[in-house]
């Protein structure tokens, strides 16, 4: 199984700040990562797909990057309605697996 | 609008079975792969399973395989998740989910999810 780790588990930011969220593959994935964002008794939301490809009605400040295991989700300048939970998630092959999860938390 | 409904979570004993539900609408639901993803509480994501449009093809986590199926009803728009000697460490949200439909592709619509949870 491929195995996602995402650092930091823990991020705390103040509105307005450059934010970047790491997620390391255990073996190549070529692009076929997803980013998703989770609040609170929520759903998650897909942000993120295909590794940089922006999904449809999400804000342009989140954007992503990476290929082959070490990817990045960037949040440009962070807002009130950012703070949660962010997953990266790969899709290559099954069992499709998660990283742990980064929670983005005010400071 | 497209939309995902779960049904049938509950509370169950360890040993015991319970199907899940899961009725598709606002779009082609046989044109789509379909998964379950559950999520334990105050706990992260884990996929469980996938059906792929057709039924014909199915994949499962390890920590299921054996006791759970994933099965869907194409002329009823609905997904299916029957879970059989269910354990402790299977409560948890299970959230319906539908793939993209490019090929491979990722997550883009999520139930609200169902709350299962097994205790004696």
């Known amino acids: 199984d491929i195995q996602m780790t995402q650092s930091p588990s823990t991020l705390s930011a103040s509105v307005g700040d450059r934010v970047t969220i790491t997620c390391r593959a255990s073996?190549?994935?070529?692009?076929?990562l997803a980013w998703y964002q989770q609040k609170p008794g929520k759903a998650p939301k897909l942000l993120i797909y295909k590794a940089s490809s922006l999904e449809s009605g999400v804000p342009s400040r989140f954007s992503g990057s990476g290929s082959g295991t070490e990817f990045t989700l960037t949040i440009s300048s962070l807002q009130p309605d950012d703070f949660a939970t962010f997953y990266c998630q790969q899709y290559n092959s099954f069992p499709w697996t998660f990283g742990q999860g980064t929670k983005v938390e005010i400071k | 609008q497209v939309q995902l409904v779960e049904s049938g979570g509950g509370v169950v004993q360890p040993g015991k079975s319970l199907r899940l539900s899961c009725a598709a609408s606002?779009?082609?639901?046989?044109?789509?792969?379909m998964h379950w993803v559950r999520q334990a509480p105050g706990k992260g994501l884990e996929w469980v399973a996938v059906?792929?449009?057709?039924?014909?093809?199915?994949y499962y986590a390890d920590s299921v395989k054996g006791r759970f199926t994933i099965s869907r009803d194409n002329s009823k728009n609905t997904l299916y998740l029957q879970m059989n000697s269910l354990r402790a460490e299977d409560t948890a949200l299970y959230y319906c989910a539908r793939e993209d439909s490019s090929d491979p592709g990722p997550v883009d619509v999520w139930g609200q999810g169902t709350t299962v949870t097994v205790s004696s």
């Open positions: 606002g779009f082609t639901f046989s044109g789509y792969p």
């Open positions: 059906i792929s449009y057709d039924g014909n093809n199915k």
């Open positions: 073996q190549s994935i070529s692009s076929w």
